[in-house]
């Protein structure tokens, strides 16, 4: 990856913090290098010869605020730390299937675009390096974590006689974060069958993390079947009942075991190259060039300057442009290079140091929507990924379209919606589109094309360097109208002119509007021929015409007289009867949404006495 440090205007103390621990724990790696590991495995003897295995997987490739890390430096005397790069996720050759799209003739989405995939290395790396300087290492592979186990569990030396009496019977245990979704639970049930055909006792630890408030500490049933399904009274009855946790301190017991098998040494230093991960040159080469109308060149350990921008947020976070309108934390929070309680904590010392108004709460009133994405994953399962989400089939008379034409211009940046189409390339350009760019291309695929809303979560899970599945997948599910909240139907027009106004975005990403005066550039199919002569955008030729009719409701497309999810409803239970009464907002506006960001209250947040 190439520096470019201009465009890296970053924002306040929070990461200052981050990043000086990243570089500290950078800094000592480098000291220690080589000698790292001969120390670690004289460190430790105990008498116990009880060994975990903790498996860093994804959202959590952190040693700061890690609760299943600290659940394995007290379980066992001595760790090792594995990350497996999945075979099933890495390179060119992984797709989503394409019976989404029976039409198009691509191959599918990559699970996992290059970009990320650097982003994951790096992180990656970054780790091996925070946990080489406290005398660890990391165990990286390539390959299916059940297999990988298998081959760590295999060479694990046999049971010493007098240790047969280990706790639990079993030498070998493993811990990692608990995930509520479906590949995440098959790869914890295959690993979990290969640890016990050797020590049939033992069993894989799942510990919760990766939330602002503790799974045990909501103030709803153990399976969250009485969680709120939207999120308002969700945030309210968690902000009056709950307080957010103390950051939990970095480990120190981490040291490698003794006995750590040699015939497995090489795995502490192996780290895979995006071609060997299975990525194409051209994509390798895609992830070298930096786009330079990029919002920021997202690197894991990035030289940030601190912006004071936290007390203006609230004024600014529905921006699309430049590096200051929201955080941009969200590619760190996904990996878990930094966790929510961290940033928030830092919101609160910003707040006790600087100033405390709407804005310093609005971070930490996003990252909580953060949270509700992952509980409401916990409580539904994989629902999220459903077609009707965790709405009733019959709900809905008309199925979702698959026109793979439809779906193509829309992930081109070919719509002939401007706003749509500026989001949509820098999304493919940089890996990164702002918020209230996401929530205007998926209602507009979902919604004006009525296109299978799951095509664009592919898309998004492909491309974007924040993909988290439980942000991506609810937001999605919602954006479509499948979760049983209310379906906010996005005025495109509308909402160009709103939070773009002078067409400053959209001249950005398309540069064939860069004439067009500011009065058609979100409309550019009101400009006569003459016009588009003179302001050199001919409509067709360089521009597209709009793919489905603007301003006009299509009929076939509009929900509103279907009984769907109008406004915010009370725990609509997945499988509870849809609400026949509710209509939906205002009709083809952003009216409600509009007057609900002017008159949202804030909350409040509480952290804990540490
Ligand atoms: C269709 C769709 C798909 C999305 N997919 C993802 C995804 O895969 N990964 C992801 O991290 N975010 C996703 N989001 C949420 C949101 O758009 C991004 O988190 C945000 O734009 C990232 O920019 P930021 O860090 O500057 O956010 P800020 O506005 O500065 O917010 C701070 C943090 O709060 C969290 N956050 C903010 N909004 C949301 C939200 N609506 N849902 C969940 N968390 C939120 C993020 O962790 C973010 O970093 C999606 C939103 C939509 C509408
Ligand atoms: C042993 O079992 C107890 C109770 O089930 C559990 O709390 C503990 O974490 C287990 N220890 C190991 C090393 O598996
Ligand atoms: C971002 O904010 C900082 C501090 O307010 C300012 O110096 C910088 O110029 C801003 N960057 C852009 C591109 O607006
Ligand atoms: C928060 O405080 C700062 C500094 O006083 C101010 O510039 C900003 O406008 C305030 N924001 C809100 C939402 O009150
Ligand atoms: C969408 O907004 C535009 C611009 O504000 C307006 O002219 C148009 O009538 C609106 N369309 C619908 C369907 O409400």
Request: net charge positive; glycine share 6%; charged share 25%.
């Amino acid at each position: 990856m190439s520096s470019s440090r201009s465009k890296q205007s970053f924002w306040f103390l929070i990461f200052v913090h981050t990043v000086l621990i990243l570089t500290f724990a950078a800094g000592a790696a480098t000291a220690m290098r080589g000698a790292s590991v001969s120390t670690v495995t004289k460190a430790t003897s105990r008498a116990s010869s009880q060994v975990v295995l903790h498996w860093f997987r994804h959202g959590d490739l952190r040693l700061l605020d890690n609760p299943a890390l600290i659940h394995s430096s007290k379980t066992a005397e001595s760790c090792v730390p594995v990350f497996c790069f999945d075979d099933s996720v890495y390179g060119n050759d992984n797709r989503t299937p394409d019976t989404r799209a029976p039409h198009s003739n691509d191959r599918g989405q990559l699970k996992c675009g290059p970009r990320r995939a650097q982003f994951v290395l790096d992180s990656v790396q970054d780790l091996r390096r925070s946990l080489q300087s406290r005398g660890s290492a990391l165990y990286v592979a390539h390959g299916k974590p059940a297999q990988v186990f298998q081959r760590l569990v295999d060479a694990w030396p046999a049971v010493p006689a007098a240790d047969t009496a280990a706790p639990n019977g079993s030498l070998l245990t493993i811990v990692c974060q608990r995930e509520v979704v479906r590949e995440e639970n098959d790869a914890v049930r295959a690993v979990q069958s290969v640890l016990r055909r050797r020590f049939p006792q033992a069993k894989v630890q799942q510990i919760w993390g990766s939330t602002m408030y503790e799974l045990d500490d909501l103030p709803f049933a153990t399976d969250l079947a009485n969680m709120p399904d939207t999120f308002t009274p969700f945030r309210n009855k968690v902000e009056k009942n709950c307080q957010i946790g103390t950051p939990l301190p970095v480990p120190k017991q981490l040291s490698l075991p003794e006995n750590f098998p040699s015939a497995l040494k090489q795995g502490l230093e192996y780290l895979p190259t995006l071609k060997e991960l299975g990525y194409t040159d051209a994509q390798i080469q895609q992830v070298e060039t930096h786009d330079e109308r990029g919002v920021l060149h997202f690197m894991v350990a990035k030289q940030p300057d601190s912006h004071d921008c936290l007390k203006d947020y609230f004024e600014t976070r529905n921006g699309m442009l430049g590096p200051n309108y929201s955080t941009k934390f969200s590619p760190w929070l996904a990996h878990g290079n930094v966790s929510p309680r961290y940033v928030a904590a830092q919101c609160r010392k910003y707040e006790e140091e600087r100033v405390e108004n709407k804005s310093t709460y609005w971070v930490v009133f996003e990252l909580l929507w953060r949270d509700f994405c992952k509980f409401f994953a916990t409580k539904h399962g994989d629902a999220i990924f459903y077609p009707y989400g965790t709405t009733e089939r019959t709900d809905r008379h008309k199925p979702w379209s698959t026109f793979g034409r439809n779906l193509q211009a829309w992930q081109e940046g070919r719509t002939g919606y401007p706003l749509v189409d500026a989001n949509m390339r820098e999304l493919v350009a940089t890996g990164f589109m702002s918020n209230r760019g996401r929530q205007n291309v998926a209602s507009f695929l979902a919604i004006n094309l009525n296109h299978d809303w799951r095509c664009g979560g592919d898309f998004f899970e492909s491309h974007l360097l924040d993909y988290d599945v439980y942000s991506n997948w609810v937001n999605w599910c919602a954006a479509a109208g499948m979760t049983g909240g209310r379906l906010n139907r996005f005025n495109i027009s509308k909402q160009s002119k709103d939070y773009d106004q002078h067409g400053d975005y959209v001249r950005h990403w398309l540069p064939e509007l860069a004439k067009v005066p500011n009065e058609f550039v979100h409309e550019p199919w009101k400009m006569t021929s003459f016009q588009q002569m003179e302001y050199e955008c001919k409509l067709g030729v360089d521009y597209p015409n709009p793919i489905v009719p603007p301003s006009r409701p299509n009929p076939h497309t509009d929900r509103n007289n279907r009984g769907r999810g109008g406004h915010q409803s009370k725990g609509n239970n997945r499988h509870g009867p849809p609400d026949k009464s509710r209509k939906a907002n205002a009709s083809g506006s952003n009216r409600h949404q509009k007057y609900e960001m002017k008159s949202l209250q804030p909350g409040s947040f509480r952290v804990k006495e540490s």
